[in-house]
C-alpha cells in the first residue's frame, strides 16, 4: 500500500498472522484459532469485509462430546458432568454491520426459543398440555439451525485457546494472506 507521505512514520500495519497484542492467531483446516489474549485483526469473520466493522463481544462456550453423551443417558451425573466439564471465553469477534445484525437476529431467535420451550415446560402442569413445550422444542431446533448460518460457533475451548469454527474462508484468506 502506497503511502500518501514519503516522508510520514511507517504505518503499524496489524500482520495478516498476528494480533495487535502481538500474539498469532493460527488455522486448523477451516478452524480459526484464537488464543487467549489475541485480537482479531480488523476483517469481518462471517464474510470478509473490512470496513465499518464493530467488535461484538460474543460469548462462547464448549462442552467435551462424552459430557454430552453422558447428560443425555443419564440425568444427575450427565449434569454434574456437563457443568465441571463445560468451557466459557469471551471474544470481541470483528463483524461488519450487516452480519452484526444478522447474529443479534440469531441470538434473539435462541432466547425466544428457549423462553417458549422452558414456559412451555413449566406449564405442562398447569395447562395439563405439553403442546408449547413441544413447539418451544422445535423452535430451539430450528433457531439452533438458523443460529449455524449466522453464528460463529466454538468447535473447542482448553485453558489457553478458543478454536472458532465457521469463519468465512474469504476472512480466513485475509488473516493469512
Ligand atoms: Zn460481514
Redesign the pocket.
Known amino acids: 500500500m502506497m503511502s500518501e507521505n514519503p516522508y510520514a512514520p511507517p504505518v503499524q500495519r496489524r500482520g495478516p498472522l498476528h494480533g495487535a497484542a502481538g500474539i498469532p492467531l493460527q488455522r486448523e483446516g477451516d478452524v480459526l484459532v484464537v488464543p487467549f489474549g489475541a485480537t482479531i485483526p480488523d476483517v ?6 473490512v470496513d465499518d ?1 464493530v467488535k461484538r463481544r460474543a460469548s462462547f462456550q464448549w462442552t467435551p462430546a462424552w459430557a454430552r453423551v453422558l447428560l443425555v443417558l443419564c440425568a444427575l451425573p450427565g449434569l454434574v458432568a456437563f457443568l465441571v466439564t463445560t468451557k466459557r471465553a469471551a471474544l470481541d469477534v470483528p ?6 445484525a ?1 447474529w443479534t437476529t440469531a441470538r434473539n431467535a435462541i432466547v425466544g426459543a428457549v423462553v417458549l420451550l422452558v414456559g412451555g415446560v413449566l406449564g405442562v402442569k398447569i395447562l395439563e398440555d405439553a403442546t408449547i413445550a413441544l413447539v418451544g422444542l422445535v423452535a430451539l431446533v430450528g433457531a439452533a439451525l438458523f443460529a449455524r448460518t449466522r453464528m460463529l460457533g466454538a468447535r473447542r475451548i482448553d485453558d489457553t485457546r478458543i478454536l472458532l469454527e465457521r469463519v ?1 474462508p474469504a ?1 480466513m484468506a485475509k488473516l493469512f494472506a
Open positions: 469481518c469473520l462471517r464474510c470478509g469485509a466493522l463483524l461488519c454491520a450487516p452480519c452484526d444478522r468465512a476472512a
